[in-house]
Nanobody
């Protein structure tokens, strides 16, 4: 069983930055793809970014150029750096992990999920 714990959410103003963190308990974390998804108020959960076991990255068009996903293998942690935040980025952000190395934008490809961390962008 893999446990994921997200942190770093909060209330920020438009244009601000945030860095979300997700620490995994998996022993084979380094070989697995990790993803970030989000669910805004009244919306379906959607893909944000993913990183493969080899470090290749995928981004949703809505965040491309504003967000960077990265991982620290030694700390079993994946990060999502979000810059130039917009009110439409307001959502609960979820970390997820696959049992495979390849990154994916598909929610159904991920096997384990964290509880989420809330991000609110408002002036």
């Amino acid at each position: 069983q893999v446990q994921l714990v997200e942190s770093g959410g909060g209330l920020v103003q438009p244009g601000d930055s945030l860095r979300l963190s997700c620490t995994a308990s998996a022993q084979s974390f380094s070989s697995r793809a990790m993803g970030w998804f989000r669910q805004g108020p009244g919306k379906e959960r959607e893909f944000v970014a993913a990183i493969s076991g080899g470090g290749a990255t995928l981004y949703a068009d809505s965040v491309k150029g504003r967000c960077t996903i990265s991982r620290d293998i030694a700390k079993n942690t994946v990060y999502l750096q979000m810059n130039s935040l917009k009110p439409e980025d307001t959502a609960v952000y979820f970390c997820s992990v696959r049992s495979f190395s390849a990154a994916s934008a598909l929610e159904r490809k991920y096997d384990y999920w964290g509880q989420g961390t809330e991000v609110t962008v408002s002036s």
